[in-house]
Antibody
Framework: EVQLVESGGGLVQPGGSLRLSCAASGFTFRSYWMTWVRQAPGKGLEWVANINQEGSEKHYVDFVKGRITISRDNAKNSLFLQMNSLRAEDTAVYYC???????????WGQGTLVTVSP | QSVLTQPPSVSGAPGQRVTMSCTGSSSNIGAGYDVHWYQQLPGTAPKLLIYANNNRPSGVPDRFSGSKSGTSASLAITGLQAEDEADYYCQSHDSSLSAWVFGGGTKLTVL
């Protein structure tokens, strides 16, 4: 059974940093692109970043470029999202998801809440 | 303002058929990029419902179907059930933005 479990969310002050993790199991992690998607309270889904199987190709949405870094550790079946210079508008539930063959997001974690507030 | 436009809400009675649209442009759906649909039940993570325009993952009932034409896509649900009440999101790729984009979501209410 595919499982994705996010962790690392919490309350952080504006300008602060946070590192999210996503532990994967039930599939060959190193064979899949992975992605992060976020959802602000009461709002819709927003793609944040994705990374290829080897970690050599990364893509980011414009408004996080330079502040957020996606990475992975295939030996530990883990995906990460390093977030710096956090702003109030980064407050959201952050989901990790597996990218399917058609670039759909076929399995999702339960999400981790990041709250940016003084 | 989302790059992919979805109606904020649709509704239908149990047993009825409902459709919801996802309107894009020549830089996303119209450029030939696949459209995917996700269902998000209240308080839960999204779930893949339709991939590559009209394909259902294993376990998704055949009451759900997708289609794509030109710069738009549609999700249809037949035999509406109370448990279908959820938010539905379309997704595609946009070449102008070099980004994967979601629609703003449609809230389905089962009357």
């Amino acid at each position: 059974e595919v499982q994705l479990v996010e962790s690392g969310g919490g309350l952080v002050q504006p300008g602060g940093s946070l590192r999210l993790s996503c532990a994967a199991s039930g599939f060959t992690f190193r064979s899949y692109w992975m992605t992060w998607v976020r959802q602000a309270p009461g709002k819709g889904l927003e793609w944040v970043a994705n990374i290829n199987q080897e970690g050599s190709e990364k893509h980011y949405v414009d408004f996080v470029k330079g502040r957020i870094t996606i990475s992975r550790d295939n030996a530990k079946n883990s995906l990460f999202l390093q977030m710096n210079s956090l702003r109030a508008e980064d407050t959201a539930v952050y989901y990790c998801a597996r990218v399917g063959n058609d670039h759909d997001y076929d399995f999702w974690g339960q999400g981790t809440l990041v709250t940016v507030s003084p | 303002q989302s790059v992919l436009t979805q109606p904020p809400s649709v509704s239908g009675a149990p047993g009825q058929r409902v459709t919801m649209s996802c309107t894009g442009s020549s830089s996303n759906i119209g450029a030939g990029y696949d459209v995917h649909w996700y269902q998000q039940l209240p308080g839960t993570a999204p779930k893949l419902l339709i991939y590559a325009n009209n394909n259902r993952p294993s376990g998704v009932p055949d009451r759900f179907s997708g289609s794509k034409s030109g710069t738009s896509a549609s999700l249809a649900i037949t035999g509406l059930q109370a448990e279908d009440e959820a938010d539905y999101y379309c997704q595609s790729h946009d070449s102008s933005l070099s980004a994967w984009v979601f629609g703003g979501g449609t809230k389905l209410t089962v009357l």
